[in-house]
């Protein structure tokens, strides 16, 4: 990758894209669906709020899809928002927003009052279910009547123990051999960032936020699904799911 002022954002994309799935091999999977239920129940031209955006990669690959759609980025994280201000600088279909949304407020920066889909993906995990709970009442707030919410995430069911293990082992075998053919985890990826000069800087701010990488609860999707009715959508179940993650869709 080039830096400085050629810096090359697409292959920026490209590498996040790589260290992703090494976690999520069917990543582009529930991308796909994701916007499949998009087309299906608000149609081809979406006002989006892209939700704990990173790069954006929900983002491109909407535009790609519908091209009269929009999206608002919301991120904390200003090495990811970076990325994502380098690769959308000249696109007028995109904001990009700076909030913490574990601040109560955070709607208030936005460019709108209502979008016909909130998306996010591989996020929320590493909120709590009380800030949670709390996050999705204010995202029901946002959504049209209509509109849809979806949340593709870590959803895990602490009633299956065993099969919860035996998933868990091979995924991490699978991991493993990825890495030793040379994939970049989430730590080396983040080495690689903090020694470019351009994202050098807003990659310390990110830790000085973050600190190291952290989970939450991550409840299963029939906690997810109770609580969004609970929020104010009138449906709420699973769309598509893998053994370890699940795309959740709440319909206002």
Known sequence: MTTGVGTDWQAWQESWDRQQEWYMPDREERFRVMLDMVEALVGPRPRVL????????ITARLLARFPDATST?????PALLAIAEGTFADDERVTLVTADLKDPDWPAKLPYDSY???LTATALHWLHSEPLAALYGRIAELVRDGGVFMNADHMIDEATPRINAAERAQRHAHMDQAKR?????WAAWWQVAAEDPVLAGPTARRFEIYGEHADGDMPSAAWHARVLREKGFGEARPVWCSPSDTLLLALK
Do not use: E
Request: one cysteine or more; glycine letters at 20%.
């Open 181 to 185: 053919d040379g994939a970049l985890d």
């Open 116 to 118: 016909d889909a909130v």
């Open 50 to 57: 892209d939700l704990a955006c990173g790069t954006g990669s």
């Open 73 to 77: 980025g919301v991120d904390l994280d």
